[in-house]
């Protein structure tokens, strides 16, 4: 059914999506403990505001994936690129 089909896809998302998180945590993580010994390594606090920002975009990314699942889950709307698809 393309329902299934349709929820199987967000589903995914949501993981892919979590996955990102996590893997931006880590490297988040890694940074700060890097440079939480002393001050920061010359290019310290760039690496820190990059990996802060693909925290906060790999975040806003799977609020965004739940979102779209919700939305299909409890409305019945269907994303706009999963309807060309379907």
């Known amino acids: 059914r ?5 929820q199987a896809v967000l589903v995914k998302r949501v993981a ?4 990102r998180v996590s893997s931006a945590n880590e490297m988040f993580s ?3 403990n890097h440079f939480a010994s002393g001050l920061p390594h010359p290019d310290g606090s760039l690496r820190i505001k ?11 990314g799977r609020m965004e994936a739940h979102k779209r ?7 019945g709307i269907v ?3 999963l309807k060309r698809t379907s």
């Open 79 to 81: 994303p706009e690129d």
């Open 50 to 60: 990059k990996a802060s920002s693909e925290l906060s975009a790999a975040r806003a």
């Open 16 to 19: 892919d999506a979590t996955a």
């Open 30 to 32: 890694e940074v700060i």
């Open 2 to 6: 393309t329902e299934n089909r349709i």
């Open 69 to 75: 699942l919700t939305d299909f889950i409890e409305r």
